[in-house]
């Protein structure tokens, strides 16, 4: 059965954004401290992106209203997000994990897979080893790794040693794995599916994994099938290579608040040419097209839209972000807008396709 699951080491760096800072700033180091999106003046107006394991010992996580985050401890020291540092951190750890000679995809900005089939269980075990103490030395950071067969088990194991941990999950245990672990963590299980779930019952992985597959399709399409695998234990996904930079993103504060995506549009088009002109420099196609604003509240929303094909055309953005960002005005004025492209691919020396 496990023939045709890759044998997957997987890497998700500790409390990311807030970790990037106390790297450089070591003065914060083993205090309570919050990345957040508004800047330090206006703090109590954003949310938190991330908070260092100090923080969340007082219920502090990612998400949360920074106005609770104080609430919940006071003397918390806060920093505004500066997602730059973040990425050009990141591209230098998939950078290192590359190194290895192994396939890596890039998952996230803190995330990547490895495939590392062919390696025993005690050589997968010493390369994580490795892995963990090259990203210390070379970036003053922790990561958790998790081993298993198949990247969504290599995953869960990761997020159950964390902070700081190493976990393989042999063969013969990942039934037993599957049973400790809580149902929202199995990828694909988000909020909304949780719920549905439970109103058909369903509250624990054994319980997935032992309903009726039909029963699953009619209710979730191909995802219900994608769930009693993972619940099952089969995971035959393949590590994809990909480019270490994930995305392409540029924003920009207004110089007044705008409602309408008329106001946006001079905005818009030069970011979507900065973007284009970066994209081009990479030899880049995309797949996936962004709109983000920041509203005057600080709160922050997004939108995407995924194509059938890769592109690099620069109209077929503009197509796509105008609609995107005029529904995100709906909910209000905002103060900033961005746009980004995602799913990345490399067209080698072919500089324009259409
Ligand atoms: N992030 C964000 N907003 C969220 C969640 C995450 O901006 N709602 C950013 C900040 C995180 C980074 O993404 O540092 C990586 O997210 P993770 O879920 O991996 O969380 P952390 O790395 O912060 O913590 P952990 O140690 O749990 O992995
Ligand atoms: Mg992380
Ligand atoms: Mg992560």
Redesign the pocket.
């Known amino acids: 059965m496990y023939e045709n699951m890759p044998f997957v080491l997987y890497v ?7 970790a990037c800072e106390e790297a450089r700033h070591k003065e914060l180091k083993g205090k309570p401290l919050v990345v957040g999106t508004a800047p330090e003046s206006e703090k109590l107006r954003g949310v938190v ?2 908070a260092n394991y100090e923080a969340r010992k007082y219920g502090i996580h ?2 949360m209203p920074n106005i609770k985050a104080f609430d919940l401890y006071k003397e918390l020291n806060y920093l505004h997000s500066d997602e730059e540092h973040y990425e050009e951190v990141s591209r230098g750890i998939m950078k290192l994990l590359k190194e290895s000679g192994r396939p890596v995809e890039v998952i ?4 990547a897979a490895m495939d590392i089939t062919g390696l025993s269980e005690n050589e997968a075990l010493e390369l994580a080893k490795r892995i963990k103490s090259d990203i210390l030395k070379g970036f003053g950071l922790t990561c958790t790794i998790g081993i298993g067969n198949g990247k969504a088990f290599a995953k869960m194991a990761s997020d159950k040693a ?2 700081d941990g190493l976990m393989l999950v042999r063969a013969q245990d990942l039934k037993n794995f599957l049973k400790s672990c809580s149902l929202e963590k199995l990828p694909g299980v988000g909020a909304k599916t949780f719920e549905r779930l439970k109103e058909m019952h369903i509250e624990t992985i054994e319980q997935l994994a032992a309903k009726d597959p039909m029963v699953l399709i009619d209710a979730f399409g191909s995802a219900g099938k994608e769930l009693y695998m993972l619940a099952n234990g089969i995971d035959e996904s393949k590590v994809v290579e990909n480019s270490e930079i994930l995305s392409i993103g540029r924003e920009t504060t207004l110089k007044s608040p705008v409602s309408t995506v008329e106001e946006a549009m001079p905005a818009l088009r030069d970011l979507t040419k900065q973007v284009m002109k970066e994209v081009e420099k990479n030899g880049f196609l995309f797949k996936n097209i962004g709109a983000k604003v920041r509203y005057t509240d600080f709160s922050i929303s997004v939108k995407s839209y995924s194509l059938h094909n890769y592109t690099n055309s620069e109209d077929e953005v503009i197509k796509r972000i105008v609609p995107m960002i005029a529904s995100l005005l709906k909910n209000g004025p905002a103060r900033k807008v961005g746009v980004r492209v995602s799913h990345l691919i490399k067209t080698k020396g072919q500089k324009k396709l259409f």
């Open positions: 998700d760096m500790d409390y990311f954004y807030a992106q991330t990612s998400g996230s900005v803190d995330e964390k902070p």
